[in-house]
């Protein structure tokens, strides 16, 4: 996985994929979506796909593959080799939403939230697989909003294609936890190895969980909150931990 575009520049989305099995190309396929960061006032939120022929479905499973939140650091890492290593029918495609590209998509004057910003990443991943010739016959995916809309939704934009769309998904179907494990994956290579555009010195590395409720990370973001320039493009400033530190803290400015 080359992160290496996105460190480049990471006030902006970006796309990273493997390679697309020629088997992918030829047979039925299935794919699962999930996403990884939603929540966390830190860093990006990464959305993943993965997809294997319809006939492989157990090789998947023999994987071990499972929902990345029930599994550590090390054991997503070894999944994630594995399921990465299964390249002659397994394929991914991930989209890293910088947390500026979050904030200033839900700060924009029309409306646009987290839940249509995570349907539209989702939908253009769906149709990255379909352009680049992958033979989609089923899609899996973990609900944002209600599920039935949503599959709904899913369903008249990819007609042909058998949408199923569940709350835990990536707990209950494999293509599903193994796109939860490569876009956690990728987040947490992301976060870790994160450069700080700004001049900030050695940056403390102790920010928590990255959750708004966790007392470290609320004071990492005192910490790093410039009275006149805000936070760092780490930080997604349009969450109201963040913009009720700013309002607090930060200069007013009269325009």
């Known amino acids: 996985m080359d992160l290496g575009s996105f ?6 989305s970006c796309r990273l994929a493997s390679r697309i099995p020629d088997v992918c190309r030829t047979e039925d396929c299935c794919l699962g979506i999930d996403e990884a960061g939603r929540g966390p006032v830190l860093g990006p939120m990464v ?22 939140k029930t599994l550590t650091e090390a054991e997503r890492e070894n999944l994630f080799e594995k399921v990465d290593g299964a390249n002659s029918y ?31 990443t989702a939908i253009g991943l769906v149709q990255y697989a379909l352009d680049n010739g992958v033979q989609l016959k089923e899609i899996f995916v973990d609900t944002v909003g209600p ?16 949408v199923t769309v569940r709350p835990k998904a990536d707990s209950l179907f494999p293509v599903v936890s193994a796109a939860s494990i490569c876009a956690k994956v990728a987040r947490d290579r992301i976060v870790k190895g994160w450069n700080f555009p700004e001049d900030l010195g050695d940056v403390d590395p102790e920010y928590g969980s990255g959750y708004p409720g966790d007392p470290k990370t609320k004071a990492w973001l005192l910490k790093y909150l410039d009275p006149v320039f805000g936070f760092p493009q780490f ?13 607090s803290k930060g200069v007013t400015v009269h325009w």
């Open 7 to 12: 460190h480049t520049n990471s006030s902006v």
């Open 235 to 247: 930080v997604r400033f349009s969450w109201s931990t963040a913009q009720t530190l700013l309002d």
């Open 47 to 68: 959305y993943g796909i993965c997809f294997c022929p319809v006939s492989r479905k157990e090789e998947l499973k023999a994987l071990k593959v499972a929902d990345s």
């Open 147 to 162: 599920a039935d809309k949503y599959e709904d939704k899913l369903s008249k934009l990819f007609p042909g294609i058998d």
């Open 90 to 120: 397994v394929g991914w495609a991930l989209q890293v939403l910088s947390p500026n590209t979050i904030s200033t998509s839900m700060l924009q004057r029309t409306k646009y939230n987290l839940n249509a910003l995570s349907h539209d």
